[in-house]
């Protein structure tokens, strides 16, 4: 119960940052999503029915954010924790989180949010949909991923040599 409780006042305050102080680190118009690093380390510490689940809850906070196309980010946070479940390992939880298949683990997962979320997001516009797609996933997976190594070296130092 304790555990839920910091997870939902983690999830406050990373929405927090992510809808205040992250639009200035914008690269190319591009953010991280640190609710979904949060996501793969909920996944990662916890299993795949917790992260499915605090997918859908962190994306259903994250759309009521939202003006647009309510309902979007809780199915693209829902597959993208169902996703990260799949890489817990109970007896590697601390050596995952501290090594760089943290990183691969929120790349990967990363890319299933954003081609859900953009695929979804973009459709009607003028643009080619499959090239437009492509990119914008992939310029958010890359920045999301280079964000998940200041968790990645913090869980680093706790893991015994």
């Keep these: 119960m304790e555990h839920r409780l910091r997870g939902a ?54 759309d009521l954010l939202a003006t647009q196309l309510f309902g979007l980010a809780a199915l693209s946070k829902t597959v993208a924790g169902f996703f990260a479940g799949y890489f817990y390992n109970e007896n590697k939880t601390d050596q995952t989180l501290g090594s760089y298949q943290f990183m691969m683990i929120v790349g990967l997962s990363s890319l299933v949010h954003n081609f859900i979320f953009y695929t979804v997001f973009l459709q009607g516009s003028d643009v080619p949909l499959i090239q437009t797609v492509i990119y914008y996933s992939a310029a958010t997976t890359l920045y999301t991923g280079i964000l998940s190594a200041l968790p990645m070296f913090a869980f680093s130092r706790r893991v015994p040599a």
């Design 9 to 62: 006042l983690i999830v406050f305050v990373l929405l927090i940052v992510q809808t205040t102080f992250m639009p200035f680190l914008s690269v190319g118009g591009f953010l991280p999503d640190l609710l979904l690093i949060w996501l793969v380390i909920t996944a990662l510490r916890r299993g795949q029915g917790e992260a499915t689940v605090a997918g859908f809850l962190v994306g259903l906070a994250e």
